[in-house]
């Protein structure tokens, strides 16, 4: 790590905004070492259960405060590999036309990895994550656990883009002679997930850049009310950053951070699901997840709502848009005119339509809970399992405890291993890494079921209240 902060040094990241008088340069360049680009603002601190290595704030911070600056020569991009490598350029050239902008950054970066130490990006490349949890990382195993076919569906589809984007760049990597290593479909699937979660947008390539040092700041969700947004009108939001005019990407203190707090980035608005797809985690909190539910097609076709607006919210509330197809669902046909501007202005039709649409909820939120293989408590313990069985140093005693043998049998199976933790012995990398991701599987498929459970909770308090004023009238 500290050779990556001098390496970047050298190329100009930097914490501390350029001086604004000649004068104060003395002082400047006193607070900061030149071995390293950060320690002004930010350090680089472990968070182990918030996102691992990251950075954090090396003195109070104010809100909208410059935090980090990268200039262009540190981005690295498609244009600027093709730039520095004639080679490069020439064969990616003759491929550009088939070929999407993910899809070339994916091949410069495999290219830089190629070059092993002669690359310029090589203090850059060393410090980059050797695996990572997004989805299209999940074998079959994990992607069953899962359970919810949408979100299978998800997976599969994720995985088979991405095979076939590597399919289709594979005659280029050949004309540029990688290592059969490289050509791997495991090695695309690293550099995909390596651009899938480290980019940063920039206008002029829409694959984003790799930005060295801002890369490593961690991901809160944006409307987090930790952003102190709430009664910032919108004109003055401040953004976590950009590319600017000034040749630099610049990134900004969202909220004010005590010393030693963890500085975070709102990477965008993603479902669990999608972080998950991206990113390779999922927040235990997500403000912008969104559970959907099967619908039949005159539900979804009622209004003109848009498909992914027919949702549950985190705290079991439908989405506006669900109550109001619901309402106009539960409406007989020749009075769905009639009501409309009563539907789109969000306000309930009558005690028994609201009564109705709340019974259909409890009901289809319970059918699906009931089709679903495990319930909410069996995933619950199994989590506290899959967690301990990571750090076990006598696994044969707790898998005995857990009462999961039958499961760990069947994953033991899959991966074709006897369990031998008899001398004590840590289990493989590649178990440890098919555990982890299993357990996002099981976190996501639990925080899932645990929002329909809260989804029949509100629906029944509802029913209970709505029929005590039926009575009343
Ligand atoms: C841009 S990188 C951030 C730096 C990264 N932690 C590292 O060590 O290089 C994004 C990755 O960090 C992890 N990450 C970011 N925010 C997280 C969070 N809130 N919870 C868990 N993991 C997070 C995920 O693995 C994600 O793909």
Known sequence: MEALLRWAAELGVSDSPPPPFPSSASADASSSSPSSCIGRS???????????????????????????????AALLTSDRVVADDPRVAAFVSAHRHHLSAVQILIVCLLAEVEKGRNSVWYTYLSQLPSYYTVLATFNDFEVEALQVDDAIW??????????????????????????????????????????????????????????????????????????????????????????????????????????????LLGYGTYTNLELLEHYGFLLSENPNEKTFIQLDVDICSIGTWPRDSLYIHPNGLPSFALLCALRLWATPVNRRKAV?????????????????????????????????????EFDESLLVFLHKIQNS?????????????QEFAVFLRFHRLELDCSDNSQFPVRILRSLERWELAVQWRCNYKKTLKKCISYCESLVHELSLQLNKQ
Request: glycine share 6%.
């Open 154 to 263: 998800v997976a599969q589809k994720a995985t088979s883009a991405i095979k076939s984007d590597w399919e289709d760049a594979t005659p280029l990597m050949k004309e540029l002679d990688f290592k059969p290593k490289l050509l791997m479909f495991k090695s695309w699937i690293w550099a995909f997930a390596t651009v899938s979660s480290r980019t940063l947008h920039i206008e002029w390539d829409e694959a984003g850049c790799l930005c060295p040092v801002g890369d490593l700041f961690n991901y809160a969700a944006p409307d987090d009310t930790s952003f102190e947004e709430d009664d910032i009108p919108e004109a003055e939001r401040l953004t976590d950053g950009g590319y600017e005019d000034s040749n630099a990407y610049c990134l900004y203190a969202r909220k004010n951070y005590k010393k030693g707090e963890q500085v």
């Open 42 to 72: 930010l350090v680089v601190a472990d968070f182990p259960n918030a996102g691992g290595r990251s950075l954090a704030a090396a003195r109070d911070l104010r809100r909208g405060e410059l935090v980090l600056r990268v200039p262009r």
């Open 393 to 405: 140093t006598n696994c044969r005693t707790d898998l005995k405890q857990s009462g999961f043998e």
């Open 340 to 376: 409309s501007h009563q539907i789109y202005s969000g306000s309930m039709l009558s005690t028994e339509n609201e009564m109705e649409i709340m019974k259909w909820l409890i009901s289809k939120c319970e059918g699906t809970l009931q089709q679903l293989p495990t319930p909410v």
